[in-house]
């Protein structure tokens, strides 16, 4: 049997010795004792001493903020980005309202509320005559000025296999949503 | 803080499902806690090595503790972007033997073999990437793997389509089947890439029967930065060396759309705003 194989007593070869590791790595072993590591102890005190308050001071709630129902109670600091509009934003309150970060139904509730946000947005961005353009604002045209065709073909990319789809998957809600305005479009002059 | 889930905390740009804060590239940025969490750049720093501190420094640095590496462990990372060519470079600060970094765009594994002093292996020119592996360490496997690759992963089509493309898991866990089964009996898998909070088709049985510990966190980018500040200013690690590329403003969909396609051998991008 080979002295290098897992069954052997000293099974691990080909390790250089320290002083080899450190006359060719830059700081080797600069971190080597793990108690002196900046994420040792693993659990902290989370508030700095830099902070002056105990409990921060309570940021006003412009609206009912969404949040999960696993949380004792509204957070002191929250985004207001985001706040919750049209079918999306009934969406994502019924998701955050009613399931616990545990259950399916919440993920995929918000997954499609995103989905439908985007095509709310995007018709809002119609109406107010600024429409988004899919050629200019999703940097296609990088393609040309970023050499996409020899980019793709050097190498041993494994990702060229999915690439004649990516464009099917991104333009397919495009292609699908002109689709149905145009028969809509029919329907209502008729 | 987080309202909207029990999962990590607020996170600047990461949707509604990290607090619903807007992303920090803007003219004007709300700052919660901020006698907290800036801090003040050296003097002595560069720009670019200041930016790189803000998120894929101290995360590779943080993958790599999350690893528990010893002296003379074999450490394998999964991905050569910015994340793991740092992770790769950090894993010899804590004592590594050996770093195998391993990725299927041939200009990222040529800088991890610059940058981070690691071997490489291209996993789209080997026919099973964990045998591979296997054979370069003594049939035991690494004793710390890290997955540096996250949601997004290449290497098997069903499962990055499924995933990445079409959404029905929560992230393609390639990289992390790969680490796990890549990984020696009882090793250490630290995971740096990001998946999203719905199921993944993860080989959970291997991972339990190999006895294996999983850690993974988001970094806390702050706690790491004192010690990574004098890493840079004793030149164990140069941080900037991975930029490959310097982007306008006025370009930056383009920009984005080249660091997403991997084209022209991007590894890191920087937005310019005074470079229009």
Redesign the interface.
């Known amino acids: 049997m080979s002295a ?3 069954y052997a007593r000293e ?6 010795s ?1 002083d080899e ?1 450190r006359s ?9 004792d ?1 108690a002196d ?4 102890p693993r659990e902290i005190d989370a508030v ?1 001493d ?3 308050w105990h409990l ?1 001071e309570q940021q006003e709630e412009a609206w009912p ?4 129902i ?2 004792a109670r ?9 706040p919750p509009r049209g079918l999306s934003g009934a969406v ?1 309150k019924l998701a ?1 309202a009613r399931y616990s ?1 545990a259950r ?1 139904a919440h ?1 995929l509730l ?2 499609a509320a995103d989905r439908i946000d985007v095509k709310e947005q995007a018709a809002l961005a119609l109406l107010r005559g600024r429409p988004d353009d899919p050629v ?8 040309r ?4 065709l020899s ?2 073909r ?6 060229t ?2 690439h004649p ?2 464009p099917v ?1 991104v333009g397919l809600p495009w292609i699908a949503g002109g689709w149905a305005a145009w028969r809509l479009l029919r329907r209502a002059r008729r | 803080m987080n309202p909207n889930a029990t999962a990590v905390g607020g996170i600047y740009g990461y949707s509604h499902t990290t607090g619903g804060y807007d992303g920090g590239q803007a003219e004007l940025v709300r700052v919660p806690f901020a006698d907290v969490g800036p801090t003040i750049i050296p003097e002595w720093m560069s720009d670019e090595d200041a930016l790189m501190c803000t998120d894929a420094l101290p995360t590779g640095y943080f993958g790599a503790q999350l690893g528990d590496i010893a002296e003379g462990d074999v450490v394998t990372v999964f991905g050569a972007g910015p994340v793991g060519l740092y992770a790769a470079a950090s894993a010899w600060l804590m004592g590594a033997g050996r770093v195998i970094v391993v990725d299927h765009l041939d200009d990222r594994l040529e800088l991890a073999s610059r940058f981070a002093h690691a071997e490489t292996v291209n996993f789209g020119q080997v026919d099973d990437v964990v045998v591979h592996l296997k054979q370069q360490t003594d049939h035991l496997g690494s004793d710390v793997v890290i997955d540096a690759v996250g949601a997004e992963a290449d290497g098997n089509l069903l499962q990055h389509v499924t995933s990445a493309k079409l959404k029905l898991q929560g992230g393609s866990p390639i990289a992390l089947n790969w680490a796990i089964d890549a990984v020696r009996k009882g090793g250490t898998i630290s995971v740096m890439g990001a998946y999203g909070p719905m199921f993944s088709a993860v080989k959970f049985g291997d991972a339990m029967n190999k006895g294996l510990t999983i850690r993974a966190n988001q970094c806390p980018v702050k706690r790491q930065w004192p010690r990574l500040f004098e890493h840079i200013r004793n030149g164990h690690l140069k941080p900037s060396e991975i930029v490959t590329h310097r982007i306008p403003l006025d370009d930056i969909a383009e920009g984005y759309h080249l660091f997403s396609a991997k084209l022209d051998g991007c590894i890191k991008p920087v937005v310019v705003p005074t470079a229009a």
């Not at chain 1, 099974?11 to 250089?16: F, H, L, V």
């Not at chain 1, 903020?65 to 999960?68: F, I, L, T, V």
């Not at chain 1, 000025?145 to 996409?148: A, E, I, L, Q």
């Open positions: 290098t194989t897992p099974a691990r070869t080909g390790i250089p320290a590791l060719r790595i830059p700081g080797w072993g600069a971190d080597l793990p590591r900046p994420s040792y700095p830099t902070a002056h921060p903020r969404e949040r999960s696993e949380h509204l957070t002191p600091v929250f985004g207001t980005s985001c994502r955050y970060e399916a993920w918000l997954l200019t604002q999703t940097g296609i045209l990088g393609e000025r970023y050499h996409g980019s793709r050097r190498g041993h990319r494994v990702d296999v999915h789809l990516d998957i």
